[in-house]
């Protein structure tokens, strides 16, 4: 699945890109007055390969979940259940990324593909559908020396619609409990990584067949941004100290704890950035690898992934190393405070529609810049030439 889905991704599409420039030149507006709107409508006219491009709605956040082991380097205050019982609270509605989504009007789906402890199924979370989506069997289950592999789930389709009113919804895909302390040895095995991958690009398609015009990077897991760092660093070259930040705020002390860990991640594995799989395997997380997924597969299907903040862009990495072309599909919501962010934004050549010192993720920036894609599009659909409105030209 992986590679098909990889050898589907194509380069955006030029002539369509030219009927969109020359579209924008003829609106009722000055040249450029709308600033870095107008080359975002040219490029979601490449990818949809026509002009103008469909409107991106629906819009679907999908919030990949997961553990990590480098957790006990103490890496974070926040204790590792944590991941579980936002789980609870997302299917709830309790949680920003519930109420930007209502705001925006996108659904909520929330997959379990890693998180280590019970997740909280019960009356709290009775507005939320269950599915399942299959997750190919591993080479050799022996392999892991961490908690136990979740039990495989067999079915593989999601129960509701983007637009489903009846909330937010768990998909269980778990392909291991947490992943391994890449300091002490790989977080993944390339399988457990390919399942994580092929889990989002599964998760991609069957939104895509629903109906979903967009679909918007969500994250959950403590301790993540630490496997965030190590992916910036692995595959932009900068050093541990530029690529790792605060995450939910951490003291001087803990700081320091993180950025060591980091290089010490990279140091003992060195992973090589011209091998995608092999680098989420040794220091990513079953999210990140996910969240790659997520993005091949909607760039396969010629839709827009609009990305959150420091993991979603990580992940980013992952998928543009697999596919340099998945780049086209991608837009940067917002500028995350992570320093990791704007590094990895640099390397994919992207600039952050929004810049609001948000640090949150659960998809939270990717949601408020929803609606500057939209309007993006929307001009392209809406406004007025100057020849069918019969206003002179300069």
């Not at 997959?111 to 997740?119: C, I, K």
């Amino acid at each position: 699945m992986l590679e098909s889905t990889v050898a589907a991704i194509r380069p955006l599409d030029e002539s369509a890109m030219a009927a969109a420039r020359e579209l924008q030149g003829r609106l009722t507006k000055p040249a450029g007055s709308l600033g870095a709107l107008e080359p975002l409508s040219v490029r979601l006219t490449g990818l949809a390969g026509t002009c103008p491009p469909p409107l991106p709605d629906p819009a679907a956040v999908v919030i990949f979940a997961g553990d990590h082991g480098v957790h006990a380097q103490g890496v974070t205050p926040w204790p590792q259940e944590v991941t579980a019982q936002m789980i609870g609270n997302f299917l709830a509605g309790g949680a920003v990324v519930n109420a930007f989504a209502r705001q925006a009007g996108a659904s909520v789906t929330v997959v379990d593909v890693g998180v280590a402890t019970p997740l909280p199924i019960g009356p709290s979370a009775a507005p939320a559908a269950l599915s399942a989506v299959s997750n190919d069997p591993l080479a050799d289950p022996a392999a892991s020396d961490g908690p136990p592999t979740a039990p495989a789930v067999l079915s593989a389709s999601l129960v509701a619609t983007p637009a489903d009113p009846a909330g937010p919804r768990l998909v269980a895909a778990n392909v291991r409990a947490g992943t391994r302390d890449m300091t002490v040895t790989a977080a993944l095995t390339r399988d457990e990584a390919r399942a994580a991958v092929e889990t989002g690009i599964r998760i991609a398609g069957e939104l895509v067949d629903a109906g979903a015009g967009i679909l918007l990077t969500g994250d959950m897991g403590i301790g993540n941004t630490t496997p965030a760092a190590a992916l910036v660093a692995a595959f932009t070259g900068v050093d541990a100290a530029a690529a790792t930040g605060r995450g939910t705020g951490v003291d001087d002390e803990t700081y320091a704890r993180k950025v060591g860990v980091v290089r010490a991640a990279l140091e003992r594995h060195t992973p090589d950035p011209a091998d995608p799989l092999g680098v989420l395997a040794t220091v990513g997380g079953l999210e990140h690898a996910a969240l790659a997924g997520l993005i091949l597969g909607a760039a396969a299907r010629r839709v827009p992934v609009l990305l959150d903040g420091v993991i979603a862009v990580s992940a980013a990495l992952a998928a543009a190393a697999f596919a340099p072309d998945a780049v086209g599909a991608m837009v940067a919501g917002h500028r995350s405070a992570e320093p990791g962010a704007t590094v990895a934004l640099r390397h994919l050549g992207l600039e952050p529609l929004v810049d609001l010192g948000l640090r949150l993720g659960e998809g939270t920036g990717a949601l408020l810049a929803l609606p500057v894609v939209t309007g993006a599009v929307r001009v392209l659909h809406e406004v007025a030439t100057f020849d069918s409105a019969g206003v002179a030209e300069k």
